[in-house]
């Protein structure tokens, strides 16, 4: 039986149509969110983040910068649910590219392909540190 759905990019094979046109609007989303480039990315680098509801709307609100696992909480929380004016608000690239490889294994997978499709530079970063 031929399978009737568009795949694009990396992800579940066999999809019905339906399920690969939400996943393909799901990664649109999180695509729509981006900044241009990381360059913008220009979010604290030490001290106590205090994340908007629309953000941390379960959990933890206040992050310290200084704690390496509250450091990566608030980038995966950020990663998922920042919008295109969140992601320069509070991520920093260099604490960025410093988290990738790591972070990567935390956000979930349509999070991820989104950011290293966009920015090359975050894969580099991943096979240096690997």
């Known amino acids: 039986m031929a ?39 220009h979010g604290p680098t030490h001290g106590v983040v205090e994340l908007p509801l629309h953000l941390a709307w379960s959990g933890m609100t206040s992050y310290d910068l200084g704690a390496p696992r509250q450091r990566m909480g608030l980038y995966r929380t950020v990663l998922h649910e920042g ?32 950011w290293e499709d966009t920015f090359p530079e975050l894969t580099s970063r991943t096979r240096a540190a690997a």
């Not at 019905?16 to 480039?37: M, T, V």
């Not at 320069?88 to 590219?97: A, G, I, K």
């Not at 990738?100 to 294994?105: I, Q």
């Open 3 to 41: 399978s009737h759905s568009q795949h694009t990019g990396p992800g579940p094979r066999n999809l019905s149509g339906a399920d690969a046109e939400d996943l393909a609007l799901y990664r649109e989303k999180f695509r729509r969110r981006l900044p241009e480039s990381l360059d913008k990315l």
């Open 83 to 114: 919008l295109h004016d969140d992601l320069p608000r509070y991520l920093n690239q260099d604490l960025l590219l410093e988290l990738w490889p790591v972070l990567r294994t935390l956000v979930g997978r349509t999070v991820r392909t989104v």
